[in-house]
């Protein structure tokens, strides 16, 4: 990586961690194999501003759709579909959308003709290893699939922000559980294991005779969440769905405890 690439970069990621303090829009993604390509392509909807991944390899950029302001190591550059640019490895590039959704394409090599997601992400992309609850890739998968959550309840953050607010049937958790409030990386604040949690046990509980603790309030939604609601008679308990580390935010999909707390489907979903 070159000094600009290198400078460009560190002031995507500078913008990264504004961005992620703010609620985030569904981004919806398409991914397309060819014989020696894979083609990763998103849909971005107006008005949204986006930071990438940092790449570990070259690759190219086509713009299908619509007109986005982009930063290259030049400046900040428009283009307007039907475009195209090579961009550099290390690059890590910052995009705002105008008044039209965008279609964006990043397009790479693929030799071995690989089609596991998770294989291709970890040659492609640079992730801080520091777990998967706490990593940038995790965190931005959270946001955009909550958009998409949001989106499938017809709700937006203020909603949601309103229901966190509602205290008329909060009461304090209970002392014998390790979980402590604390700042989140993915959203205001969460709730965090302050001990380690094997496969099945009860982390704490959501809802006790019918009012909230602090886990019903504060766990923030992720898809490849770590712990599930479980409903004991009248009460909902939240419990662990893989081994937790102490330290390490619990998360849960809001999906789930729609169903458990409302019996609700979403839109398209069988109970």
Not at 251 to 267: E, Q
Request: hydrophobic share 40%.
């Amino acid at each position: 990586m070159d000094a600009v690439t290198a400078l460009t970069s560190e002031r995507v990621k500078r913008l990264e961690t504004e961005l992620l303090k703010l609620p985030q829009a569904a981004i919806v993604t398409e991914h397309i194999f060819g014989r020696g390509i894979y083609e990763r392509k998103i849909t971005i909807p107006p008005w949204t501003i986006l930071t990438g991944a940092e790449h570990k390899t070259a690759y190219r950029v086509r713009v299908e759709k619509g007109t986005i302001a982009v930063t290259t190591d030049a400046g900040v550059k428009i283009l307007t579909a039907p475009a195209t640019f090579d961009a550099p490895a290390g690059a890590q590039r910052a995009g705002r959308v105008f008044d039209n959704e965008v279609v964006w394409v990043d397009i790479y090599d693929n030799p071995d003709n690989c089609t596991d997601i998770s294989v291709l992400e970890s040659r492609l992309y640079v992730v801080p290893d520091i777990g998967l609850a706490n990593s940038r890739t995790a965190v931005q998968k959270a946001h955009v699939d909550y958009g998409a959550f949001l989106f499938q309840m017809g709700m937006n953050q203020n909603d949601m922000d309103a229901i966190v607010k509602i205290e008329t049937d909060v009461i304090d958790m209970p002392k014998d559980y390790a979980v402590e409030l604390k700042e989140s990386p993915i959203h205001g604040k969460g709730l965090f294991a302050q001990q380690a949690f094997r496969v099945g046990d009860v982390v704490c509980p959501g809802r006790v005779k019918g009012c909230r603790t602090l886990g019903g309030r504060f766990i923030n939604h992720a898809y490849e969440a770590n712990i599930k609601p479980v409903m004991v008679a009248d009460d909902i308990y939240a419990v662990a769905t893989r081994e937790i580390q102490p330290g390490e935010e619990l998360l849960v999909d809001y999906r789930a405890s729609m169903r458990v707390n409302f019996g609700l489907a979403l839109p398209g979903e069988l109970l």
